[in-house]
T-cell receptor, first 114, second 116 residues
Framework: AQKVTQAQTEISVVEKEDVTLDCVYE???????LFWYKQPPSGELVFLIR??????QNEISGRYSWNFQKSTSSFNFTITASQVVDSAVYFC???????????FGPGTRLSVLP | DSGVTQTPKHLITATGQRVTLRCSPR?????VYWYQQSLDQGLQFLIQ???????AKGNILERFSAQQFPDLHSELNLSSLELGDSALYFC???????????????FGPGTRLTVL
């Protein structure tokens, strides 16, 4: 069965610090997809990124970057120079090749203090 | 505003009842996804449709059903409601079926269901 672990339940940082959110996954599929989502205090869900299992290139989008390492089954998310607006719950997720067996991790609550 | 609309925003009903949640995807989006978020179960994927056809199924109970209509809007029907069905139900849409493309997924604001 597919599983996503986000061992950090809550993280607090001070503004401008860098922070890394960990995501470890388990799957027997050779083709799969990994996702990150953000849920700010207002409650809406925001899609951040999708990465397929054949693309281990790191991705950078502004202050956000993602490190995918198949060798350690991890897909970690780093926010550089964090801002108060980054405060949210962040979910990592995993799906099979056609969207099947889609599972979310339990989420990491990030608080960025001014 | 993501362009995905969900109605109603809030719904309060009693155990044993049946409700219908509605989702209108962004204009041009062919894929619709349903998710449930509860305190007990966290975030769960329920079901995905693409252009009217079911594409992927998650932890959707037999008491729940969904469909995507020719105009691409989708409805999630929840029947024989139980207290544990109280949750926030999100709908999302994308142009393509997400897995396998570089598409982006957009979420609606959610429907908060309270079962008393």
């Amino acid at each position: 069965a597919q599983k996503v672990t986000q061992a950090q339940t809550e993280i607090s940082v001070v503004e401008k610090e860098d922070v890394t959110l960990d995501c470890v996954y388990e799957t027997r599929d050779t083709t799969y997809y990994l996702f990150w989502y953000k849920q700010p205090p207002s409650g809406e869900l925001v899609f951040l990124i999708r990465r397929n299992s054949f693309d281990e290139q790191n991705e950078i989008s502004g202050r956000y970057s993602w490190n995918f390492q198949k060798s350690t089954s991890s897909f970690n998310f780093t926010i550089t120079a964090s801002q108060v607006v980054d405060s949210a719950v962040y979910f990592c997720a995993l799906s099979g090749n056609y969207g099947q067996n889609f599972v979310f991790g339990p989420g990491t609550r990030l608080s960025v203090l001014p | 505003d993501s362009g995905v609309t969900q109605t109603p925003k809030h719904l309060i009903t009693a155990t044993g009842q049946r409700v219908t949640l509605r989702c209108s995807p962004r204009s041009g989006d062919l894929s619709v996804y349903w998710y449930q978020q509860s305190l007990d179960q966290g975030l769960q994927f329920l079901i995905q449709y693409y252009n009217g056809e079911e594409r992927a199924k998650g932890n959707i109970l037999e008491r729940f059903s969904a469909q995507q209509f020719p105009d691409l809007h989708s409805e999630l029907n929840l029947s024989s409601l139980e207290l544990g069905d109280s949750a926030l139900y999100f709908c999302a849409s994308s142009v393509e079926p997400l897995a396998g493309t570089t598409d982006t997924q957009y979420f609606g604001p959610g429907t908060r269901l309270t079962v008393l």
